[in-house]
């Protein structure tokens, strides 16, 4: 089993994207260390209605009742100290209408995260997560007259509860691992969609989250819902400065996919390099829905996550795409559950991940397929490429089938750059730091392309500024 | 373990009842420390990463007594019963951890210093080697306390030293019985083959009663020297209301090449542990095994393929078959130390269910710490294809028949990669025993 020591030096990473700060004032801050007090004090601020209040102090009972999971996960999980966190901070201001009402410091940063102004005017709507609050909350006027609600999952515990209540932790319930009942207890932030039926969002949402003070854990809730028959795409990028100790990021993501509906949630996680990334992901999917959850993990000290989705109706399908770039001192520990649940469901997992330096990349996966389901399908597909002699890669799925009318597969691999491909391109006047970043990229290239564009082209950036490093 | 219990043994079953093993203490002096180490590790509990998918339920030990000696009669019935090869350069057939019968069948066995003893026997007479080897590796995949039970109670078992460059062409077989309603046994082998030796070993495991609940719980090992080419074969049959544990170590040396096939066709619950430590530059280990459950069967496999130098290459095909509501469990981790470059390793489960109640999980694993390495691994699970069926159909093969006979070309792979004929047709035979009491 996994056992590995990791030093504050060896997590010390200098990284250009997202190295930076500003100073910040906030209103409201919970401080450090999580009691009942602290969820009367998010509660009290938030001005949330007494069943949350409820829902938050058994979520936190929950969470102190549980072991952490090191029996199986990496003891670096032990190095979080959660007396230290902050659990909530905010500026206090609601989420801004327009541009114009952004504050200057705040452009800045989105600036320099690379967010072109132009590009924004693609979007469909911008909700830019500024600590625990979203400062900026932008729905496209076309979107909004299609019915689609999207804004902070706050506002829609308020104004949308006939919804919200249905669904709200239900894909994840609060006792289903310790850092779900912590998100349960103490969230704030993330985003709430809903999209009627038939509606097909033509731009995909997209919100940008960051981190901006020490000691500070974001525990956003993400809750989407698409009716039968809708189609929408979610995209969630992260960059976050660089602190001295360590931070926590504990998100809960739930998707509810209706009768016929297509949910694609795309991330793009780059924490920086002393952050827990710890994050439970999971949707739904009803009859003929489909879910594809694209992910793809650069950043953080230790991420760990596997996005489900729990086939519920006949022929529902699930996806799960996977990059995840292990670099010096960073663990990415992801993969994929995928719950079989009723007749004729499909599923596919396909993961890549390259490990860099002393990077570890591991890949854990779940296939469920229960007994007297027919036409059930699984395949998944596991490739590691690794860079130095002294990274790392594992490879832990678990599969349990029963029944004789269904088919699961499961493939794994690791390789490593073949010397005489580096050879073959540095002839040709290429160096050995374009050769890599050439070879890696095409390790991944396949799995780039379902990215949105934007993304894929900001990925290609990460992987050659990652690949920069590594030799020599 | 005693070499008195040998001489003192009865030749009638004894009256009185034998002690419950939960409290009957060590088999013998010396074995004191094993037993203190078996009452002091927990029972597993199903939330051990170890233990994933096992129902620990099924392990409890409170039935089960001390192995009793058998009478004349059983002796002689049992002696009858244990056919093996046509062939074999030697067979030891054990009952209850007693030695039965000892024959050298072939000169190549008495030659060139082989030793080929009982082990309780051994321990006196090579107590260097003994010492150096016996039990020496670590149970490392969960099962220490079924280990040191082990350890505590072994009383004879099969030890087999092959001496630098000596090839023993015939396979070496050895019985273990288990006789009587909750007995137990503990069946042992030892191998050693120095440097160049060559050897082949078959165990055969079975219950005098194929309907009687006992416990059974194996240890062997296996070390191979600079070389060295070990085969070992167990044909495990034993009762379907056996509890069975077998805990296997393989520690392979410098172009050393270790091929292992486990039939697991019998048991209620079975759990085996098979480790493979690669230890030196050149060595090759090849893992194979077939299952055949059936019925409320659990066969739980843990497999361990430890790349510890460079160049070393490992193989593993593990074929499950599945009908009833039996239950099968593949957890393997193929691991690769920093350093140990050049590896070529590969793991294969396949599971074929027959019935909608037939559970088979599947955990491949990989931790890899190396970079200039070849590793793959897969697992799948699917049935027979209905094509498949039709085409046999067609040609006049009843459905129950052609079902065994896709069954049966689904495990011959791995048989067949064993590479020895004899013993080949002889799993075969066992398998299509099971197929024929199944039906």
Redesign the interface.
Known sequence: ??TEELTSSSIDIDRTRGDFRYDEKHEFDAGVGLTHDTIDYIVNVKGEPDWIRDWRHKALDVFLSKPMPT??ASKDLENIIFKDIRYYLAGGQKPSRSWEDVPEDVKRTFERLGIPEQERKFLAGVEAQFDSEAVYSNIKKAVGEQGVIFMGSTDGLKEHPEIFRKWFGKVIPTGDNKFSALNSAVFSGGSFIYVPPGVKVKHPLQAYFRINAENFGQFERTLIIADEGSEVMYMEGCTAPKFETATLHSAVVELVAMKGAKIQYVTVQNWSANVFNLVTKRAIAHEEAEVKWIDCNIGSRLTMKYPGVVLKGRKARGEVISIALASDGQHQDTGAKMIHAADETTSNVVSKSI?VGTGRATYRGLVH?P??LKGCKNNTECD?L???????????????????????????????ISAEQIFYMQQRGLTEAQAMSLSVNGFVNDLVREFPMEYSVELKRLIDLEMEGSVG | MSTALLESEEMTDPTVAPAPLLSAGPAAPGQEAAWSTFTAIPMPVR???RW??ANVKDLDLGAYAQPLPLGEANREDLLGRSRGLEAAAGRMVFANDQLLAREVLSESLSQMGVVWLPLDQAMVEHPDLFQQYFMREEAILGGQKFAALHASQVRTGTFLHVPRGVEIDLPIEAFHWLHGRNGSCFPHTLIIAEDRAKVTFVDYYESSDANAPGLACAVNDLWLGAGAQVTYVTAQNWSKQTLAFQINATVVGRDAHAKALFAQLGGRHVRSESVSHLRAPGGRSDMLSVTVADGAQEIDARTFQVHEAPNTASDLLYKNSLDDTARTIFSGLIRVD??A?QTDAYQKVR?L????????????????????????????????EEEELFYLMSRGISKKAAQKLIVHGFLQEAIDRLGHEAIGSKISELVRGKFVAHA
Request: glycine content about 8%; charged content about 20%; some cysteine.
């Open positions: 089993m996994p029996h199986w490990s397929v007994k007297h590691a690794m860079i130095n002699s002294t990274a790392r890669t594992d490879t832990y799925p678990a599969i349990t089938v029963r029944g004789t009318g269904n088919a699961c597969q499961h493939e794994a691999s690791v390789s490593q | 939330n051990d990463e994933r998918f920093p350093g470059h599971n269910l027959l019935s909608d109640d037939a559970e088979a999980n599947s955990a491949p694993g990989l931790e890899i710490e190396a970079n200039d390495v070849r590793c793959t691994h897969g697992a799948t699970s699917g049935q027979i």
